[in-house]
């Protein structure tokens, strides 16, 4: 499985944004799809994913009615619309995707096997 991300840039604190997550490859079989952040010197953070089943989104609290995960399986691609954009949602915004991941690991970098390449997000303030 092969990710592509984008839709990253330059926003006005308040802003929004869309993030696309497109997947190409094996992608028939069913994929825990999520988007993690990392600003430099820092740990990649959990921001929110949709699990294997497609049941309910998870989120970070920090992003919670801000942020909103969706997929179009017909698209094989992947969004987060960002809105209420503030400066400490600077990050470079990575997707992610699993086809074993259990839900208590959603929220864990290492339960994901592949990876996109990441798309810049910056918020002036």
């Known amino acids: 499985v092969q990710l592509q991300a984008s839709g990253g840039g330059l926003v006005q604190a308040g802003g929004s944004l869309r993030l696309s997550c497109a997947a190409s490859?094996?992608?028939?079989?069913?994929?825990?799809m999520a988007w993690f952040r990392q600003v430099p010197g820092q740990e990649r953070e959990f921001v929110a994913a949709?699990?294997?089943?497609?049941?309910?989104?998870y989120y970070t609290d920090s992003v919670k009615g801000r942020f909103t995960i969706s997929k179009d399986n017909a698209k094989r691609t992947m969004y987060l619309q960002m809105d209420s954009l503030n400066p400490e949602d600077t990050a470079v915004y990575y997707c992610?995707?699993?086809?074993?991941?259990?839900?208590?690991?959603?929220?864990?970098?290492?339960?994901?096997?592949?990876w996109g390449q990441g798309t810049q997000v910056t918020v002036s303030s």
């Open positions: 992610a995707a699993s086809s074993t991941i259990i839900l208590s690991n959603l929220a864990t970098a290492e339960g994901y096997a592949y």
């Open positions: 490859g094996r992608t028939t079989i069913n994929l825990a």
């Open positions: 949709l699990s294997r089943s497609g049941g309910r989104p």
